[in-house]
């Protein structure tokens, strides 16, 4: 997909089409939360990574507030970091890492700020090929100390899956994804209730330690290019990479000019603590020009 068209669609999906011109669609766009981690995902497992958001002046700005577009619950096993795959940086996902990316109260608590406080419109469970703590589950036996907690909660899906062809330890990690996927979805009140009326979505995910590729496996699912939820599953694999439309351009692509941070319409109501309401295409002030000596990944 072209950058412009891409544009195209924050236009429609922003509401935007009368009054949008491209610097407009710049500063309001608001890209589908989803498409943007399968883009980012893309750009990763593409080794094109563009490492947004993660300047001086986008730590200054975070100082201030924050503002996520997604929570990933995801391992906590250190070749799954979420920002380093869904090429993302500060501010962008608020992330909830437990091993085996099981929902214990603790971890439903932390979620639940981000829906509810945070207004966080995504939720991605992500689990991955070859989990240690999915495979502890399967194979069972003794298991030491605290760990245990995390086996005992895996344990169901592991179950679920029992006598399914295939390998076991992946069926069980897809099974394990789904499971706690439902487990979110059902939780109330506050789950439950944002998903029922339309403030959260949730989506299941595994990430394949090989390829680098997250695929969907249950949940809501990115727009197509026709702004419909796309068809079957959506697996990422190596397509074109484009640049996401709310974000610093590559290096050597031309700018639009000055990015305007400061002309963020507030996009949703603000509570308690500072949320920060910003435009979704800025690390700096001001774009860079193609001639600056600004680091090329
Ligand atoms: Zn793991």
Known sequence: MTLQTRLGLAILSAGLLSAASPARVESSGEAEPLNKLMDGNKRYAAVKYIHPHQTKYRRDLMAKGERPFAIVLSCSESRVPPEVIFDRGLG????????????????????????EHLHVPLLMVLGHERCGAVSATVKGGKIPGHISSLTKAIGPAVEMVKGKSGDPLDNSVRANVEMVVEQLRTSKPI?????????????????????????????????????????????????????????????????AGPKRIETAQPSRKVTAQPVLTLPDDHDEPKAATPASPKAKH
């Open 191 to 255: 789950l439950a209730g944002l998903i029922q009326e339309g403030r959260l979505k949730v989506a299941g995910a595994r990430y394949d330690l090989d390829t680098g590729v997250v695929e969907l496996l249950t949940g809501a699912k990115p727009k197509s290019a026709a702004g419909v939820p796309a068809q079957a599953s959506h697996k990422v694999m190596a397509h074109p990479v484009s640049a996401p439309d709310d974000e610093d351009k590559p290096q050597g692509a031309a700018s």
């Open 92 to 115: 962008d996902l608020f992330v909830v890492r437990v091993a085996g990316n099981i929902a214990d109260d603790a971890v439903i608590g932390s979620i639940e700020y981000a829906a």
